[in-house]
């Protein structure tokens, strides 16, 4: 086993939510030491409850760390992780590798990669995907991209966190344009599951028998099976919110506006995503688009009133 | 075993297409006697190659049969099949029932039982899906709705053809409103689909890589993963035809603006399909969509000069 390979290694990891907390928990188990850092004081707090470290700041946690894991929303705030009052990349040891796993723009990833990789670290593009019970099992999907130096110093936190990754080439942005991809077909299935169920009820068919034919015929998503239940349950406890998405397929419209090429599918789900947030859903589960769709026609789905 | 799960009844299959000739023939391997009628004369000469009968008009074939089994493409088609010039309803045996598989707009169906019962005989909305291979196998699915005297006369057919056979109301439109809502989704996720594909290709993404990625993660659709390598291998032979999603998604927005209910992301989907109609490719796969996006924009795919 390679030095690269071997346990031991110091990590950061910066922002414990659902995802991060998770990811976190995993890097432990295999036996990396762990600094955390989040903006919420408990949510430091539950992670050295479960023998981790903490740290007030990300520049803290990174310091001296050999790999730092950045687990936040958006492109904003991995730029101010790295670059911003209190930042990593001033801490971070040389040759270490920073692992991004936001989604956004690759152009952005581009950048950020090329300012870090400037101070002599390096940059892996890793967006993540599998829900937070997969993060927790060290169980995620990752699509990374970067440098063979990066992939080789990220390989003990990859081996760690993932159950499935694809090496998607030589450079940061590759990552971030695959996980683009998933997003507008994530975004566009959402929107179609909502339209679709609310449409059967208002139609009277038992939206539960349309879950089973639906489920088993060629108009199935991966989605439709995972968020419908939520509709049929009338539970919009957030796994994952709508706000989420009115950001994903934001960024879908931004790239494909840059790259004169239309997207009039997802641009026509990006409006239901902001209807649902404009009628004060954002942050309730993104199959609360069902919901919007439901009440703009009076239509009664499960739970609503 | 009742009279009516029997074998040896006597069926007149309209329509030998590549639906209807696989159907025909699954029902002559369970032991009924079939007679094929279709507007080819090539095409019912090739089922009495294979051991059926054949007939010149729907009128002739149906004489006396105990079930006919339509298989056209559209309710305009099943109204003259039933009463048209020709038409099955006269001729068919009182008691007997009609079995039509088209999709079509619910209302409609209901008004063509109405109008069949009136005469005494039977009607069982039973829309398909599945393909010409699983019509050959006798293991489509049927959604199907009608009255419990429909059904039971269905019954030795519709063992015949079905793997699996959703019993969705008592009453003709139910087995067509299921459907509608199955073509809403399978619609859409192809036309995203398509989208997705040219929009990663625009971005010089490996769209084989692509394809790998979306087909094992949160993206992935059956459609997705069924039209997208006709996309890779540049192979747009019709298995189902751009013209097939014109009219259907066009049956959506019909019933949808009939019934005041917005369905702005298959109103989308939609009119990608018109935009590849009217490229010329209406009748060529329907994965041509993506054909279409990537003309448009510029971007070479697998195939296109």
């Not at 440098?147 to 990552?175: C, I, N, T, V, W």
Request: hydrophobic share 45%.
């Amino acid at each position: 086993m390679s030095a690269s390979t071997s346990q031991n290694q110091r990590i950061a990891v910066i922002g414990l939510g659902s995802m991060g907390f998770g990811m976190a928990t995993s890097l432990k188990r295999a036996g990396h030491v762990v600094t955390g850092c989040d903006v919420s004081a408990d949510a430091v707090a539950r992670f050295v409850t479960e023998g981790g470290a903490g740290a007030k700041t990300p520049a803290e946690a990174a310091k001296g760390a050999d790999i730092v894991v950045s687990v936040v929303v958006n492109a904003a705030q991995t730029e101010t992780i790295l670059f911003g009052k209190d930042g990593v990349a001033e801490t971070m040891a040389k040759d270490s590798v920073f692992l991004s796993s936001a989604t956004m723009d690759p152009d952005v990833a581009r950048r950020l990669a090329k300012q870090l990789e400037a101070t002599g670290r390096h940059y892996l593009d890793a967006p993540i995907s599998g829900g937070a019970q997969r993060a927790a099992q060290g169980e995620l999907t990752i699509l990374a991209s970067g440098s063979p130096a990066a992939f080789e110093k990220a390989r003990p936190a990859l081996d760690a966190m993932a159950a499935k990754l694809y090496e998607l080439g030589d450079a940061a942005g590759q990552g971030a344009a695959f996980k683009m991809i998933n997003q507008l077909l994530a975004g566009v299935h959402i929107a179609a599951a909502s339209e679709a169920i609310a449409f059967a009820a208002k139609q009277g068919l038992d939206i539960r028998k349309v879950y089973e034919v639906i489920t088993a015929s060629a108009g199935n998503s991966w989605m439709f099976e995972n968020r419908m239940p939520h509709v049929l349950d009338g539970d919009y406890t957030p796994r994952s919110a709508v706000e989420i998405f009115v950001k994903d397929l934001g960024i879908i419209q931004d790239m494909a506006r840059n790259a004169r090429f239309p997207v009039p599918v997802s641009a026509a789900a990006l409006q239901m995503f902001l209807m649902t947030a404009a009628s004060g859903m954002g942050r309730d589960d993104d199959a609360s688009v069902a919901r919007m769709y439901a009440r703009v026609t009076g239509v009664k789905l499960p739970g609503d009133k």
